[in-house]
């Protein structure tokens, strides 16, 4: 009897060791998707606009990727500021697709509806291609956001170029923005030059963007 229930205990924890490892395994499988020059993860996500947007829908181009959260004071910052609008604008005119993305859900900081969003886009002046509506948090888990302020380019190829914070000024000071190097720009023209941008990878900041 004392045989059996050593056997069992020792059978229950082979299980949850075996089921540890597999859990881990798929932890540095989602962790290996986002590494430098790795493919970014697919998607397809509605847009404030209605149609569905893929990355796939943009082969062959540099994408940016920008999680917002219209209500967080860093947002507000780059935004107030202009200079995400400026960003964008320089995107635009090198052929460089900008997409917005919202992953709040309702009832948290940030959400909005498809109306708002374009309606908020629309107050800032902003010029992305799309603004997605992510609101079950599908697209930023599948990219490992937390944040907004996150940002990612992708390269024509649909490789991970860059991916972290718009600067390095983690501050929600609009006077910060003019000192500040800007990883998102030197990202955008290191992939147009064909090099690899440097630094490929930094820790954004931000406000929740779930």
């Not at 082969?59 to 004071?73: L, Q, R």
């Not at 708002?116 to 888990?141: E, N, Y």
């Not at 998102?184 to 900041?205: D, E, I, L």
Request: aromatic share 8%; with cysteine; charged share 20%.
């Amino acid at each position: 009897m004392i045989r059996a229930v050593h056997f069992r205990r020792w059978a229950v924890l082979e299980l949850v060791a075996l089921v540890g490892i597999i859990y881990l395994g798929s932890l540095f499988q989602a962790s290996a998707e986002l590494a430098t020059g790795a493919p970014a993860p697919a998607f397809k996500v509605a847009s404030a606009a209605g149609p569905q947007i893929s990355l796939s829908d943009y082969k062959g181009k540099t994408v940016v990727i920008e999680w917002t959260n219209p209500d967080c004071p860093y947002v507000k910052k780059h935004y107030d500021s202009g200079n995400m609008q400026k960003l964008q604008q320089e995107a635009a005119t090198k052929g460089i697709v900008w997409l917005t993305v919202t992953s709040a859900s309702p009832g948290k900081q940030g959400y909005v509806n498809a109306l708002d969003a374009q309606s908020w886009v629309d107050r800032q002046k902003a010029t992305p291609k799309a603004i997605l509506l992510d609101p079950d948090g599908r697209m930023a888990d599948a990219y490992g956001v937390t944040l907004a302020l996150h940002m990612f380019v992708i390269d024509p190829q649909g490789h991970m170029a860059y991916q972290g914070a718009v600067d390095d000024k983690p501050t929600s000071k609009i006077a910060d923005v003019a000192g500040a190097n800007n990883y998102v720009r030197t990202a955008m023209a290191a992939v147009a030059a064909g090099a690899p941008p440097k630094p490929s990878v930094t820790r954004p900041y931000g406000c929740s963007a779930r």
